[in-house]
């Protein structure tokens, strides 16, 4: 169903995170990125609504790409919240990801090449910047940074809409069928069933907000760079912490709000476990995000 970050799975066991066997893989792409990384599929085709691709792709160590929302096509995908709900990929290397992404772009690209960078000191403590001091010197000696301070991701409006939205997709179905779901899952249903028009509509204000703030910085010629995840995956034989979708979502939401490209590269490791560093572009600018990612490569 595609409304889960953690790639845990209480009706047919957890994939396995072949980058760290201790760890969950993350989700909900969960089995393509096991697949991927384990070496036995060059291509993963997964979706990403609110971090579903770029979430395990971190966590495995891949690169993992959400395409602009206006230059792919959803036909054939089961919607879970329509207005986020974008497929992607997820490679080992960034050369198989640059042959396979414009495969299912369409149209024109909206710019050339990135030209700035925007490091938004919101999303980096000192422990991140800490890990990911190589990646990050290496795109600040090749890029000027734009400073803008990021405004705060309205997560709460954005889980409203995406509960909102998935109960319109599945509301009817679960009340006929009361299909047998994990815990998380579950609970997101029954919160979303609670939610009204008025709510759902002003959620959707506040992130139209959001989108202008972002819009507004980050134009064609820019790259914002974020670390995809809060660091390495949790282990698999433990209880997810109740806070890390809260510690998520304000990283993974600003592309599913806004629509925009984006593509996490194996960043850094911790303790020996994997974790990403995402480049997120304009608009329509994917092919500007595939070509900065060159550097980390």
């Known amino acids: 169903l595609a409304y889960s970050l953690f790639g845990t799975n209480q009706h047919y066991g ?3 995170n072949p980058a760290a066997p ?21 291509v993963g085709l997964g979706t990403d609504t609110a971090g579903s691709i770029r979430v395990p792709a971190s966590w495995c160590g891949l690169f993992g790409f959400r395409p602009s929302h206006a230059r792919v096509s959803r036909r054939g995908l089961v919607a879970l919240a329509p207005r986020f709900d974008v497929p992607g990929l997820l490679t080992r ?3 198989t990801m640059r042959t396979a992404a414009p495969l299912m ?9 990135a030209s700035q960078l925007w490091l938004p000191a919101g999303p980096w403590s000192a422990d991140l910047r800490a890990v990911f001091a190589r990646p990050l010197s290496v795109l600040a000696a090749a890029l000027p940074s734009v400073h803008a301070e990021l405004a705060v991701t309205p997560t709460a409006s954005f889980a409203v809409s995406q509960a909102a939205q998935a109960w319109r997709q599945h509301g009817g179905w679960i009340a006929e069928f009361t299909p047998s779901f994990g815990p998380g899952v579950a609970a997101r249903f029954r919160a979303a069933a609670t939610i009204s028009p008025e709510r759902a509509h002003g959620a959707d204000a ?3 907000q959001f989108r202008r703030l972002v819009e507004a910085v980050l134009t064609p010629d820019v790259v914002l760079v974020l670390p995809t995840t809060p660091g390495p995956a949790p282990a698999r034989d433990l209880p997810v912490a109740p806070d890390l979708r ?3 979502l304000p990283l993974t939401a600003i592309a ?3 629509g925009l490209p984006a593509l996490t590269v194996p960043g850094a490791e911790v303790d020996g476990r994997p974790t990403g560093l995402c480049l997120v572009g304009a608009a329509g600018a994917d092919e500007a995000v595939l070509s900065l990612a060159g550097l980390l490569a």
């Open 105 to 113: 772009l369409n149209g024109d690209s909206a710019g050339g090449a």
């Open 206 to 208: 506040e992130l139209a």
């Open 93 to 95: 290397d960034l050369a």
């Open 22 to 42: 201790d760890r969950v893989p993350g989700g909900s792409s969960s089995g393509a990125a096991s697949t991927v990384a384990a070496g036995l599929a060059d």
């Open 246 to 248: 809260a510690q998520l």
């Open 14 to 16: 957890t994939p396995v």
């Open 256 to 258: 599913s709000i806004c």
